[in-house]
C-alpha cells in the first residue's frame, strides 16, 4: 500500500468518526427490539423442514448449543413479537456455513420458505453481523424455524436474532464508535515500530508490528468495520476474523521473548513460549480456514489449538515478573485485560454460554489498553536498550585499543593483524614488509629507554605519515620490529619509500642521538593466486630471511622478492626473482 493510499484509508477513518460523534444520540438510533431464537437443535443433514418443524424435540434453554452437526436448527416463537412490529430479517454473526433456509410456519399448516447460498448474506457494519431477508411474516405466522446446513461456528447460532429492521443489531452506536477509536491508536504503535526499527535494528520490533497488523485486521473484520469500507464475501469476513487473532497471538508469543530482558525467562520457558508461538500462527491459522469437510470439527478445533498461547503467556509473564523484569511488568499490565476478554471469548466458542455479540467489545476496549501500555512498554525498552548499547559501544572501543592496538605507538598490534590478516589479503594487501631498527638496543643503552620509546614512536609516525592511506597497513610487532602490508602499484617503491623516511623523521622528532637511526627491510611481493594460500606465519618467516640478508648486507637496506610460486624457505636468489637494495 503507498503513502497516499494509507492517507485517504487514515482520512476515512477520521472522517467516519467525524460522522458517528455527528450522528443522532443513541436513543434516536433506535429501531425496535430484536429477537433471539427460543429453542435450538442439531441434526443429520437428512431431517426435511418440514419434519423439524412438527417435532417436539427442541431444546429450549440456553446451553447445549451444537456447531458440529451436519444440520443445525433455531426457532423463533411468535410470542416473543407478539405487541411489536413483525420481524422481516433474520441476521446472525458472520461464519462460514452452507447454507441458510429461512421458514415461516402459519398456524394453518402453511410454510413459506427461502433457502440462501452462503454466499448471498448481506454484511454491514453494525458489529461482525450479515443479514438475509425473511420469507413473508404474517399475523397467523406462529414460529418462524431456522436451517443452517454445515455451522462452523457456535455463535452463528447463539448469536441469531430476528427483527423488522435489518441493521438492528446488539452493537449501539457508542459500541461502533470504539472500533475507528481503537484501529486509530493502533496507528500509533506501528508508527514507534517503525521509528524503533530504523534507530535500533532490534527484530523484536518487526515481530510486534506484526502483532499489532494482525489486531489491526482483526478489528476491521472481527468487528465488522471493514463493511463500511468494502462488501466482502460472507466467506472471506469469517475467516479473516479468527485467521487475524491467531497470527496476533503467535506474534505476541515471539515477541515476548525477544522484548524481555536477558534471563527475565529461563531457556526452557523461551523455548516452550517460542515455539507456542510458532505453533498458533500456523495450527489455529489453518483450522480459521474452515473448509466444509472440516466443519464437523474446526471450530473446537480452533480454540482447543489457540487456548495453549494464553496459558503460555500468563505463565512465561509471572516468571518474568518473579526474576524481577521491568519490561515483564508492562506487559503484563497490558495484556491482563486482553487475555481476561480472550478467554471470555473462548468461553463463548467452546459454547459453554450464550451472550450477546455486543461482549466482543471486552476485546476491543481491552485492545485499546494494550496499545497505550505497551507503546510506553517498547518506549522504556527502547530506551534502556540505546543505554545498554551505548555503554557496550564504548566499552568495545575501549577493549578494542586495549586488544588490537599497540600501546606505545598506537598501531595495530601483532595479535590483531593475525587475526585480519587472511582479510586484508583477501582485499589486495599482497605486498609483505617486515622491518626493523638497525642498532636499537645501542639507543636504549646510550640514551635510555625513554629515548627510545621516542625514536619508536618517531617510526610509527613516519610510517602513518608516507604510508597514511587506504593502501597501507603499519603495524608494530613488538620492540623494534614492524610490519607493513601494501597492495596497489608500485608497492616496493612506495616500501622503500617508507623505510627511508623513517631516520629523516626520527631525527627531527627525536634530537641529539648523534647517529641517524636507520631501518633494514625484508619485502614478499606474491601474486594473488598464491598470497591467499600463504598464512600470516609463512609470510613472517619468509620475510625475516630478507631482512638478515639485508642487514648482512650492511643494513639501512632493503631485500625483495616478486615470487612466482612459494616454498617452505626460500629457494635462492637463482629460484626466484630475489634482489638487496
Known sequence: ???????????????????????PTLADTHTGPNFAPAC?????????????????????????????????????????????????????????????????????GTIRSLRYAEAEGAPFAGGPVFSLRLPEITAETRAIVVRIDKPHSIPLLTEARVSHHRENTDWSLIEMMLLPLVLGMLILPLLFDITFYLVLRERFVLVHATMVLGMMSYVLFAGGLISLFVTL???????????????????????????????????????VTWWTGIWTMVVPSLCALQFHWSQPFDDTAYFLTVTPAGVVVTAALAQAVLRGSRSARFVSFAWAPLLL?????????????????????????????EVVVISLAIADRFLAIRRE?????????????????????????????EARFDELVSQGFHTFALLDLDRFKAVNDVHGHQIGD?????????????????????VRLGGEEFVVLLRGEQAIARAEALRQAIPRRIATDVPGLGLPITASMGLIEMPPSVSSRVSFAEFYARADILLYEAKASGRNRMAYERLTVFSEAPRGRNADQSQVA
Open 1 to 23: 500500500m503507498g503513502v497516499a493510499t494509507f492517507l485517504r484509508w487514515v482520512l476515512k477513518v477520521l472522517a467516519l468518526l467525524a460522522a458517528l460523534v455527528a450522528a
Open 40 to 108: 435450538h437443535a442439531a441434526t443429520d443433514a437428512s431431517v426435511p423442514l418440514e419434519a423439524m418443524a412438527a417435532r417436539s424435540v427442541w431444546n429450549c434453554t440456553v446451553t447445549g448449543w451444537q456447531a458440529n452437526q451436519p444440520t443445525s436448527w433455531l426457532r423463533f416463537d411468535a410470542t416473543r413479537w407478539q405487541g411489536e412490529a413483525l420481524p422481516r430479517y433474520f441476521f446472525t454473526r458472520t461464519a462460514r456455513h452452507e447454507a441458510i433456509t429461512l421458514a415461516a410456519l402459519d398456524a394453518d
Open 233 to 271: 464475501p460472507i466467506p472471506l469476513l469469517a475467516i479473516m476474523a479468527p485467521l487475524s487473532w491467531s497470527i496476533a497471538c503467535g506474534a505476541a508469543l515471539m515477541f515476548l521473548v525477544m522484548f524481555l530482558e536477558r534471563g527475565a525467562l529461563s531457556r526452557t520457558m523461551q523455548r
Open 341 to 369: 476478554a480472550s478467554f471470555e471469548r473462548m468461553a463463548r466458542g467452546f459454547g459453554l454460554y450464550a451472550a450477546p455479540s455486543s461482549l466482543d467489545q471486552l476485546i476491543f476496549l481491552a485492545t485499546g489498553i
Open 389 to 417: 548499547r551505548d555503554a557496550a559501544i564504548d566499552q568495545a572501543r575501549v577493549l578494542e585499543q586495549l586488544s588490537t592496538r599497540d600501546s606505545l605507538t598506537g598501531l595495530m598490534n601483532r595479535r590483531a593483524i
Open 454 to 474: 621516542a625514536a619508536l614512536i618517531a617510526c610509527a609516525a613516519a610510517l602513518r605519515a608516507v604510508g597514511g592511506d587506504r593502501d597501507t597497513v603499519a
